[in-house]
């Protein structure tokens, strides 16, 4: 059984900083290509970043050069220059795909609860 715990959302101002977390029981170590979403209008959920085993990252054009993927003991999610679009549900995944997608939320792999981001 996957599970897997964001932690670390919160309410900042914009051109604020947060730092997502999420401890999981599977990682690229693994063989999971692991990534971020977040929830858009019309209830679907976008990737927003993404990183493979061999180490090779994706981020949706809207967040790059703002938010850096990592993982060690966990997914990581360091959101700088945040602006009030990025307000969401943010969920962690596990098994997941690696480049650019928008769809039904929860539609691959294993998903956490989701941690809100508020930017105002």
């Known amino acids: 059984h996957v599970q897997l715990v964001e932690s670390g959302g919160g309410s900042v101002q914009t051109g604020g900083s947060l730092r997502l977390s999420c401890l999981a029981s599977?990682?690229?170590?693994?063989?999971?290509?692991m990534g971020w979403y977040r929830q858009v209008p019309g209830n679907e959920c976008e990737l927003v970043a993404s990183?493979?085993?061999?180490g090779s990252t994706y981020y949706v054009e809207s967040v790059k050069g703002r938010f850096t993927i990592s993982e060690d003991n966990a997914l990581h999610l360091q959101m700088d220059n945040l602006k009030p679009e990025d307000t969401s549900i943010y969920y962690c995944?596990?098994?997941?795909?690696?480049?650019?997608?928008?769809?039904?939320?929860?539609?691959?792999?294993?998903w956490g609860q989701g941690t809100q981001v508020t930017v105002s």
């Open positions: 990183i493979s085993m061999d």
């Open positions: 995944a596990a098994d997941t795909p690696s480049g650019r997608w928008l769809g039904p939320c929860r539609k691959f792999g294993w």
């Open positions: 599977v990682s690229t170590r693994d063989g999971y290509d």
